[in-house]
């Protein structure tokens, strides 16, 4: 089965600053990957998606960028505000199945 | 307003006694998925259902029961509760693999 490592299970950065958080896996390239953001307490709210054949999916300060060869996506934040505080998740689907793998997450802390 | 909700947000309940987590999501969905979460493990998924009595095991299905009656629930039925199955609980619904999953917000169980 795939395993997935985010960088680190905390990172803290300057208000202002760009958040670059990384999901790497192991085993078989997935079709595509999601990037979740989880608050304390609440379940994940779903932020975006890119496929195997998507180098790179934008949504406002967010960006995303898938690498097949390196299997990793990055996950960019930029201008980073103390409201982007959270965890965030990468995910992925299992070979085959309709099974979709979490990472552990990475825990960010924008710091005023 | 689009939501998945789970019920109850919060249960203590005694090894052995017999408990049913509701979901109920209101977006048609199709794909419906619980998930259980623990610190240091991630989310990690129990069971899945591709559409109305169609359900199928995810990685950590020992001790759980599902059943897909009707398109919009999806209740978790925990027989016979044990403390290893202390953890927060998410129900999740999406259109199909591929799409983004809507996360309720959560049940957390102990089980002394």
């Known amino acids: 089965s795939q395993k997935i490592e985010q960088n680190s299970e905390a990172l803290n950065i300057q208000e202002g600053k760009t958040a670059t958080l990384t999901c790497n896996y192991t085993?078989?390239?997935?079709?595509?990957l999601q990037w979740y953001r989880q608050d304390p307490g609440r379940g994940p709210v779903f932020l975006l998606l890119?496929?195997?054949?998507?180098k790179e999916k934008r949504k406002e300060r967010l960006k995303v960028t898938f690498d097949t060869t390196l299997k990793q996506s990055l996950f960019h934040i930029t201008a980073s505000q103390p409201a982007d505080s959270a965890t965030y998740l990468c995910?992925?689907?299992?070979?085959?199945?309709?099974?979709?793998?979490f990472g552990t997450g990475t825990r960010l802390t924008v710091i005023p | 307003e689009a939501q998945v909700t789970q019920n109850p947000r919060y249960l203590i309940t005694v090894t052995g006694k017999k408990l049913t987590v509701t979901c109920s999501q209101n977006m048609n969905h199709e794909y419906m998925s619980w998930y259980r979460q623990d610190p240091g493990l991630g989310l990690r998924q129990i069971y899945y259902?591709?559409?109305?009595?169609?359900?199928d095991k995810g990685d950590v299905p020992e001790g759980y029961k599902v059943s897909r009656k009707e398109k919009r629930n999806f209740p978790l039925i925990l027989e016979s509760p044990s403390p290893n199955q202390t953890s927060l609980y998410f129900c999740?619904?999406?259109?199909?693999?591929?799409?983004?999953?809507?996360f309720g917000n959560g049940t957390r169980l102990t089980v002394t």
């Open positions: 890119i496929r195997e054949n998507e």
């Open positions: 999740a619904s999406s259109q199909g693999p591929g799409t983004p999953l809507h």
């Open positions: 085993n078989y390239s997935p079709a595509y």
């Open positions: 259902s591709m559409n109305v009595e169609v359900t």
């Open positions: 995910a992925l689907p299992e070979s085959g199945a309709n099974n979709l793998f």
